[in-house]
């Protein structure tokens, strides 16, 4: 059995006040295990940015606890939960987030950086992330000489080098034609076999659901449906023997 890597429990956010006030999430309970891709989706406007923020330290919930590897977030401030997050967090964004004066490796070490890693082999660290996401041969290149495929590998390869247990991904593929959205769901499936991190992807898009251990649905700010890999596949032979 694998390690549960974060755990939410009865989490609610409220956002806003007066006439403008929204509760965002209404006691959602939620663990993501090691070795596995679940996917959130859900309309716009359902909570699904809250609950990344919420899991990702960035916004505190207005009730609930959130404990991610056993450490509860509960009371801590705000370079408290930055700590964690340094610890903990790796986050892949639909822009990628690169600094376009940074080669590819100088962006991946970033992460390094900010964990207070700035050895000499922290660039043998990001060159072998770059590796694994298949961009060896790019260390060295600028934002702007990289396809938007391979920026966003980039920002995949800063997201696992400081040995994330959560990566947080917010509609990776949304900027990337299909063939490009493949590739990179493709790599992110392989990162995810990796029984010591959990990835927890946001999205739209219903081309990526294949890649999927697990899919959570939010309507309204609660999770409506939890299916995994097995159920999936039944729905879908059912769906054939019916027609």
Aim: proline share 3%; net charge neutral.
């Amino acid at each position: 059995m694998t390690e549960t890597m974060i755990e939410a429990a009865g989490i609610t956010k409220v956002l806003g006040e007066g006439a403008g006030r929204v509760e965002a999430l209404k006691g959602v309970d939620l663990a993501l295990a090691g070795g596995e891709l679940t996917l959130l989706m859900g309309p716009s406007g359902s909570g699904k940015t809250t609950l990344l923020s919420v899991l990702g330290c960035m916004l505190s919930p207005t009730a609930g606890t959130v404990r991610i590897r056993g450490h509860a977030t509960t009371g801590l401030g705000p370079e408290q939960l930055a700590a964690l997050r340094r610890e903990h967090i790796g986050f892949v964004f639909q822009s990628y987030h690169l600094f376009p004066t940074l080669t590819a490796a100088e962006n991946v070490r970033l992460a390094l950086d900010v964990r207070g890693d700035r050895s000499a082999l922290a660039r043998l660290k990001a060159c072998d992330a770059l590796a694994t996401v298949g961009l060896a041969d790019r260390a060295d290149a600028f934002p702007r000489e990289l396809s938007g495929g391979q920026q966003q590998r980039v920002a995949i390869a800063r997201a696992i080098v400081g040995g994330a247990s959560l990566i947080l991904a917010d509609e990776p593929t949304a900027a990337l034609d299909s063939e490009n959205g493949h590739a990179v769901m493709t790599m992110l499936a392989e990162i995810a076999k990796d029984t010591s991190r959990a990835l927890f992807i946001v999205t739209h898009d219903p081309r990526i659901m294949p890649f999927a251990h697990r899919i959570l649905r939010i309507e309204d700010g609660r999770i409506v449906s939890d299916q995994r890999r097995s159920e999936q596949a039944g729905a879908v032979r059912a769906l054939k023997i019916a027609s």
